[in-house]
């Protein structure tokens, strides 16, 4: 996912006893003989290093396909779509439609990616494509981003055909291949492939809406229904280079590390909007007299108050939601060990507040970053910013049963804001609304750990969400 | 190489007085035209690490000495691999001629150069192509055209020159021309050591990969140099790791961040300014010339060795950089491992020119103590020794100073401590001096391009280098 686990937020104050036990702990309400078959898909899907640009995308694609073709979904129904992402990475999408035998309403999209971030052996304490369970916990890249999403949905559905349930209106499920890197796939399934996805409305499995705290605190579930514009710029210097030998005063290097040291120090103007104010008069109620509490209740009486809203950014939990954020992701720089440098390169990533126009962003980064940096945008990737999606009751409603029946009472439901984009933002923009609304979870912020090292899910979390995914389907395509 | 032809020196602050000029010989046609169709065959060979093409250069040279009657037993193509985990590998070769004496007087002398050069990239050059030698606007463009093929081609065309001229060596006159001195310095290891006795334990060698001279843009002659003292070259990796994590929340440490902290303070560092035997004599040159502002911070410093502010003075003249002290320069980065990630790694490689005599441990120490963060490691990249200066010999400098003053009258020639490292460095060790007594030259300062943009040779000066050669191996083989 582009965007990061939804993770922080409301929980209720009345907070019951299920609160003080650690939830890791407590079992699944998937039977075991489905934890078992879940089990073993996730595990193949994990061992498949479908990162960028090594042709292992249809590999996932071919295991999540034999899943539903043996649970009786015809041929016809599944479709492999390979297209090329990034030059010379070949990947695929899977677009497999479950019929429902005399449709009442309008198609449901369930979107997933079956590619994951690029992870090294030598960076990882274990194999980050050897699938292992330790201490509660299935660790691995793309345990929490997303391939836990795509055996859910997947493992959800085949449960539900098994049981005979017939669904009420055609549900779509749409796998694409490069959400991390170019979303080509899901740009194609907003437009080209539009026949095979059209929808009323979509639900994406991309990141756990639900989290608790270190002290098994539920800090509810966020619905993104809003979210940051994603675009990476490219901060680039060039000199004539020349011997090493010979240092000049200039050098592409130091003016890339200034220019570095300046976007460091760097913020962007707080912003408000109606989802974050929602989302934050609710975290006042439940932060109390804290600090932070303070803080919040400061930016909302006054939005012009930087100072409380630094501080309301400087929370590990509320990163990002403050105002847009600009990050740098990657270095390179230089052609020889013996040569001075000839050009300097950082990828500095950005995720853009709605509304914002990425342009005046550039105009930002170039101001701070001064006349000697080139700043760019990544040609590649041109976000878009999208609309809001109004929450629909239904959905509202459906995730909430869901939630509250598996995760108890006390994890509040909510609309929030993504701080990143993610392959909903393709069909946001091309009309059908999109709704983040994956069941699993963690605890924030030890398993915040999507793009980073040592990726890993709880077990239980895993499991519940199969049998979240079983009642959202049956609420909103069985009645 | 390092063709770090210094100065701007407007006459005699020689090394020796002028001599009485010989006329200086002109090439044959015939010669002119071999010399000429030898550089641009070598020069179109990238023979860049990695591309396994210094075996097919050093085979093409090998057969111009034996068309030219040198005996194949005496000529030995030696292929070698050479690795190091930060320049990477090839599969490369060295060449060994040996043109016999029938009356040894002496032990042999050495003529060293080497047939690699450093990675140019087509879309960094003003319109031509790197490794396509053009002639253009009086100049040969092309990678290695002063660093070094220019020596390789003069060396091998003064030898059949010779030759062919009737003359008889009083000594072994032997060649060694390596495949790896840009990167893992391999060739010269194996020389001073296994390969020694086919080089018949040579009294001393001339370097082609040093020396030279250059020009003043309005044609005034600069001077020419006999290096007889090198600085040690040594990488250094600056390492800093980080937990990383999803580039939409931002930690507050960041190795990128951190990293650029870290170069910043190496940029506004300088080390203690030292004085050796050879920079001494070439300052004591300089300053008699240097009538300005750089002349006077010459003749304080010479008078006061710990009056610094003279040092820094001088070290930040163009014509004078590295030449004061030991200098070190960040010349490639890398960080990250996707655009939508916090990077778990940043590093960047410094690399020093350390002042003949230090030890490059100490001057790990130095860094880390510049960089005073402990989150950033200092590694060493290699396990180079200090380097150590040659004694001046009667002999080699009248040579030198008589070949380059017959080819330029009233040039001045000065002892040189080169700022970079060769393959001399081997040897020197082993207790073999080495002379870098190259007769190309160049317009100083704009035709410094070694390993950087556009790198080209005057066309006069490849002709010149030729007869240059022939001058000095008349004088120290056959009187």
Not at chain 1, 67 to 78: E, L, N, T, Y
Not at chain 1, 210 to 227: H, M, Q, V, W
Not at chain 1, 424 to 435: D, Q, T, V
Not at chain 2, 428 to 436: C, D, K, L, M, S
């Amino acid at each position: 996912m582009k965007r990061a686990f939804v993770f922080a937020l409301v929980a209720a104050m009345s907070t019951t006893a299920l609160a003080a036990t650690d939830p890791r702990t407590l079992p699944s309400k998937l039977e075991p003989a489905w934890q078992a078959k879940t089990r073993e898909v996730f595990k193949q899907a994990i061992e498949i290093p479908s990162v960028h640009h090594r042709g292992e995308v249809p590999r996932v694609a071919k295991l999540l396909a034999d899943q539903f073709r043996a649970a009786g979904i015809p041929d016809s129904d599944i479709h492999f779509m390979p297209y090329e992402a990034l030059p010379g990475d070949k990947t695929m999408a899977l677009i497999v439609r479950w019929r429902s035998p005399n449709a009442t309403k309008k198609p449901m999209l369930i979107l997933g990616h079956m590619d994951v971030v690029e992870a090294k052996r030598e960076d990882w304490k274990y194999d980050p494509f050897v699938f292992r369970e330790e201490g509660g916990y299935f660790y691995g890249r793309g345990t929490s981003d997303m391939k836990n999403g795509d055996v859910a949905t997947t493992m959800a559905a085949v449960k539900l055909m098994s049981e005979g349930f017939k669904p009420n209106r055609d549900i779509i499920f749409f796998y694409s291949g490069d959400e991390e890197t170019e979303g080509k796939g899901a740009t194609l399934g907003a437009s080209e492939w539009r026949n095979l996805t059209d929808a009323e409305f979509g639900l994406n499995a991309d990141g756990g809406c639900a989290s608790y705290d270190r002290n098994f605190k539920p800090l509810g579930c966020g619905i993104s229904t809003a979210e940051k514009t994603f675009q990476t710029y490219f901060f680039t210097t060039h000199n004539p280079g020349g011997h090493s030998s010979r240092p000049r005063p200039d050098n592409a290097i130091y003016e890339l590390a200034d220019a570095l040291k300046a976007l460091q120090n760097h913020r962007f103007q707080p912003m408000m909007n109606e989802v974050t104010r929602g989302y934050f008069e609710e975290r006042a109620k439940q932060e109390g007299a804290s600090h932070l509490g303070q803080q919040i209740r400061a930016w909302l009486a006054n939005p012009n108050d930087g100072v409380a809203a630094d501080a309301i950014e400087a929370n590990p939990l509320e990163v990002g939601l403050t105002r847009t954020r600009c990050v740098a992701t990657m270095l390179a720089g230089g052609h020889a060990d013996n040569a001075l440098p000839q050009s300097a390169k950082a990828t500095v990533n950005c995720r853009i507040m709605p509304g914002v126009d990425p342009t005046a962003v550039q105009a930002e980064l170039q101001q701070l970053a001064g006349p000697k940096v080139q700043v760019a945008p990544d040609p590649n990737y041109i976000g878009v910013p999208t609309p809001t999606s109004p929450l629909r009751p239904d959905v509202l409603k459906a995730v909430s049963d869901a939630i509250h029946k598996i995760q108890g009472p006390g994890m509040d439901v909510y609309p929030t804001m993504s701080t990143g984009a993610s392959d909903g933002s393709f069909f946001r923009a091309k009309g059908i609304p999109i709704y983040d609304v994956d069941g699993s979870w963690g605890i924030s912020p030890d398993d915040e750990r999507a793009h980073g090292l040592d990726e890993r899910i709880p077990v239980r979390a895993m499991y519940d969400d199969v049998v979240h995914w079983e009642m959202v389907i049956r609420e909103l395509a069985g009645k | 190489m390092r063709f770090t032809v210094l100065l701007a020196c407007v006459s005699a602050c020689a090394l020796a007085a002028p001599t009485n000029a010989a006329t200086a010989p002109k090439l044959s046609q015939v010669r002119h035209d071999a010399t000429r169709a030898m550089f641009e065959h070598v020069i179109d060979i990238p023979t860049v690490i990695g591309r396994h093409n210094v075996p097919q250069m050093a085979q093409y040279v090998a057969d111009q000495f034996k068309a030219a009657g040198f005996p194949a037993a005496d000529i030995h193509v030696m292929p070698y691999h050479t690795a190091s985990a930060t320049q990477g590998e090839d599969d490369t070769a060295a060449l060994i001629v040996r043109w016999r004496s029938d009356h040894p007087m002496k032990k042999p002398i050495m003529l060293m150069g080497h047939m690699d050069v450093v990675e140019a990239k087509a879309e960094d050059w003003a319109g031509t192509d790197p490794f396509k030698m053009v002639e253009k606007d009086g100049y040969y463009y092309g990678r290695g055209s002063i660093d070094m093929k220019d020596g390789i081609v003069a060396i091998t065309q003064a030898m059949i020159d010779l030759k062919a001229a009737g003359f008889k060596p009083d000594r072994d006159i032997v060649v060694l021309f390596t495949g790896d001195e840009e990167t893992n310095g391999i060739g010269a290891k194996n020389g001073a050591t296994e390969w020694l006795d086919l080089l018949g334990h040579p009294e001393f060698g001339l370097n082609a990969d040093g020396g030279g001279g250059g020009f003043n843009p309005d044609g005034t002659p600069a001077g020419f140099t006999l290096q007889t003292a090198e600085k040690t070259y040594a990488s250094y990796t600056l390492t800093v790791r980080n937990r990383g994590g999803h580039s939409s929340k931002p930690r507050k440490d960041n190795a990128i961040y951190s990293l650029a902290h870290a170069l910043d303070k190496i940029e506004a560092y300088r080390f203690t300014p030292m004085q050796n035997e050879t920079t001494r004599a070439y300052f004591e040159g300089r300053q008699k010339e240097e009538k300005g502002a750089l002349g006077d911070a010459m003749r304080r410093w010479l008078a006061n060795p710990n009056d610094g502010q003279a040092a820094d003075f001088i070290e930040a003249s163009e014509s004078e950089v590295g030449l004061t002290r030991t200098r070190c320069v960040p010349t490639r980065l890398f960080g990250g491992h996707a655009d939508n990630a916090l990077p778990q790694l940043a590093t960047a490689m410094i690399n020093c020119r350390i002042f003949p005599g230090v030890d490059p441990n100490a001057v790990k120490a130095e860094l880390e103590k510049i960089v005073a963060d402990p989150t950033v490691a200092v590694s060493r990249d290699d396990d180079n020794l200090a380097s150590l200066a040659s004694p001046l010999r009667p002999d080699v400098t009248e040579a030198y100073t008589k070949a380059v003053q017959t080819l330029h009258p009233g040039m001045p020639v000065f002892p040189e401590m080169s700022t970079g490292a060769s393959d001399a460095r081997p040897f020197r060790v082993a207790g073999i001096p080495i002379y870098g007594a190259n007769g190309g030259w160049v317009v100083v300062p704009t035709d410094f391009r070694a390993h950087g943009k556009d790198e080209r040779l005057p066309v006069q000066s490849l002709y010149d280098n030729v007869v240059h050669w022939e001058l000095m191996l008349r004088d120290l083989a056959g009187k």
